[in-house]
């Protein structure tokens, strides 16, 4: 391979690698936590109010 060659494969290469390398950080963030609903905090709330009633039958 000549110098010519070579430099017009790695000036290929290089400009492969700088268009295909940046997408990684451009990715969204991944959430992993649950979001947390109205429904959720006044169950919270009142937990004990429900669990009274539960156990009563009412």
């Known amino acids: 391979?000549?110098?010519?060659?070579?430099d017009t494969r790695k000036e290929?290469?290089?400009t492969w690698f700088y268009n295909h390398g940046q997408s990684r950080a451009?990715?969204?963030?991944?959430?992993y936590g649950k979001s947390v609903t109205a429904q959720d905090v006044i169950k919270a709330q009142k937990k004990?109010?429900?669990q009274k009633q539960s156990i009563n039958g009412e």
Do not use: D, H, N, Q
């Open 48 to 50: 004990e109010e429900i």
């Open 26 to 31: 451009t990715k969204p963030l991944v959430k």
């Open 1 to 6: 391979m000549s110098r010519g060659e070579w």
């Open 12 to 14: 290929a290469y290089k």
